[in-house]
């Protein structure tokens, strides 16, 4: 009997041993099911992904900058091919032309183009400094450069012209022949600033007027503005740009305490003024 008993109990163990094996091929398949699985998700292609790099290669490139060509969605092109689907056409870059190049150049600076409100502005100063130029040149071929000043200033370009012995007498609001030729360059130069307001500014010294015509420095000032006024109209100054005042002595620029400081505060100034940038000049 336990001979018996023994001989069973070996058979059991044998069958054990002999069914062992399938413990370890079925690790190892499921070993190798994990294996491809993860192999199977780093070879897998993102297709958003690669749609979003194939905009943004167009958009930057924009088929103009390199030579190149389709071979990137060709299988078998490279090392790297099988990351990308063959079904992705990857747009042609083709080489810079002269043409193609002042596009992209146009279109790369129009950004940064300046606004219309600049290029105004700019062309105005271009224009005050043409004719600040050539009033200036004509006054000193014509010996008139100590009489005649031209300055850009925030209120517009400044033309200061001294009244004695160019403009008018002492207390007079007539012109003297002499100043003709001037003011005909003046007028003249004007007209290249068509569409600018003109303000015509009559000063004098501090010396208060005893007896003659006008009571006053002020009625003396705003004379030879209207004056100046009128000459420019008859040279085609359009009346709607045009202004007359008097300061009388109340804008000095230099000391009333000197002969010399009360020559130079004896002047007309023309004021082209300034428009606004933001809008066309005509």
């Known amino acids: 009997m336990a001979r018996g008993h023994g001989g069973r109990r070996g058979a059991h163990k044998e069958e054990e041993s002999a069914e062992r094996w399938l413990l370890t091929y079925a690790d190892m398949i499921t070993l190798l ?3 491809f699985m993860v192999l199977f998700s780093i070879s897998s292609v993102n297709i958003s992904k690669v749609q979003v790099l194939q905009k943004s290669l167009r958009a930057a490139f924009s088929g103009d900058i390199l030579p190149g060509g389709k071979g990137i969605a060709k299988p078998g092109a490279s090392a790297n091919t099988s990351h990308f689907p063959s079904a992705i056409d990857v747009q042609a870059i083709v080489p810079v032309t002269a043409s193609t190049a002042s596009t992209l150049q146009s279109s790369s600076t129009h950004g940064s183009a300046p606004s219309p409100s600049a290029a105004a502005a700019e062309r105005q100063e ?9 009033l200036e040149s004509y006054a000193q071929s014509h010996g008139f450069a100590r009489k005649v000043q031209t300055t850009v200033e925030a209120r517009g370009l400044v033309i200061r012209v001294l009244t004695d012995d160019l403009l008018f007498a002492s207390g007079q609001a007539a012109l003297s022949p002499r100043s003709d030729a001037l003011l005909a360059e003046i007028a003249r130069l004007l007209q290249l600033a068509e569409g600018h307001p003109v303000a015509v500014e009559g000063n004098t010294d501090n010396v208060p007027i005893h007896g003659g015509v006008y009571p006053s420095n002020w009625e003396l000032s705003t004379a ?3 004056t100046v ?4 109209l008859g040279k085609g100054v359009s009346p709607l740009r045009l202004t007359a005042v008097g300061y009388a002595e109340q804008n000095p620029i230099a000391s009333d305490a000197t002969e010399a400081g009360r020559t130079l505060n004896r002047r007309v100034e023309i004021v082209v003024k300034r428009v606004d940038t933001g809008e066309s000049e005509h």
Do not use: D, T
């Not at 006024?229 to 420019?232: D, E, G, K």
């Open 126 to 134: 271009q224009l005050f400094g043409q004719i600040k130029h050539e």
């Open 224 to 226: 030879r503005a209207s």
């Open 33 to 35: 099911m994990a294996l």
């Open 229 to 232: 006024v009128r000459y420019l």
